[in-house]
């Protein structure tokens, strides 16, 4: 079946510094990826869609400036939290379905990204 | 008003009982509706499409109620391995982009 896989499965890092998490879509191009954040017993909110070959569309009260999207080819894309801060720390998981299906098909997940700024 | 809402439980469920809980979503043009399962510090995993005649997947029985905008899932003969937490998940009409509920908490007791 279809695999997303995302990279790294967990991060520790100082405040102030970046991470970059990846998003690859191993046997099915995506031209649409989605990135989510889910805090402890909460849903997964969705952050930005994440369109290959353009820029990224961010849900409100998403600052596009802290989180970098970047989605270079059909099997990646990339989201980079800039100048982290404590509060950022979170579960981000990513999400892509195969380009050109239906309404009804599955999305399917990475594994998810653990992040924790001290 | 939230996208999609669910109890979030916990729902202490004794083993080999029934279980069954609802989710309701606000968009009426809303389309694809999905019930997916998530482990503890897991990624969500898909359990079951919803269909509007509904569905069945073995124990796991699935309802769409249109009407008064919900859907529904049943787990009978519960197995200490359906503990988790399951995410009510909705695709609107016209994207891909999917709302999710919180989800219902599911414990199964010995």
């Known amino acids: 079946g279809a695999v997303v896989s995302q990279h790294p499965s967990w991060v520790i890092c100082k405040s102030g510094t970046s991470v970059k998490i990846e998003c690859r879509s191993l046997?099915?191009?995506?031209?649409?990826m989605f990135w989510y954040r889910q805090f402890p017993k909460q849903s997964l909110m969705l952050m930005a869609t994440s369109n290959e070959g353009s820029k990224a569309t961010y849900e409100q009260g998403v600052e596009k400036d802290k989180f970098l999207i970047n989605h270079a080819s059909l099997t990646l894309s990339t989201l980079t939290v800039t100048s982290a801060h404590p509060e950022d720390s979170s579960f981000y998981i990513c999400?892509?379905?195969?380009?050109?299906?239906?309404?009804?098909?599955?999305?399917?997940f990475g594994q998810g990204t653990r992040l924790t700024v001290v | 008003r939230k996208e999609v809402e669910q109890d979030p439980g916990p729902f202490n469920v004794p083993e080999g009982a029934t279980v069954a809980f609802n989710c309701t979503y606000s968009?009426?043009?809303?389309?694809?509706f999905f019930w997916y399962r998530q482990d503890c510090r897991k990624e969500p995993k898909l359990l079951m499409s919803?269909?509007?005649s509904g569905n069945e997947d073995g124990r796991f029985t699935a309802q769409l109620n249109r009407a008064s905008q919900y859907i529904s899932l049943l787990i009978r003969d519960s197995k200490l391995s359906d503990s988790a937490t399951y995410l009510c998940?909705?695709?609107?009409?016209?994207?891909?982009?999917?709302?999710f509920g919180k989800g219902n908490q599911v414990v199964v007791i010995p």
């Open positions: 998940v909705v695709n609107c009409y016209g994207n891909n982009r999917l709302a």
């Open positions: 968009n009426s043009a809303s389309q694809s």
């Open positions: 999400s892509a379905k195969r380009q050109g299906v239906g309404m009804n098909t599955e999305a399917f």
């Open positions: 919803v269909y509007s």
């Open positions: 046997d099915f191009q995506a031209t649409t």
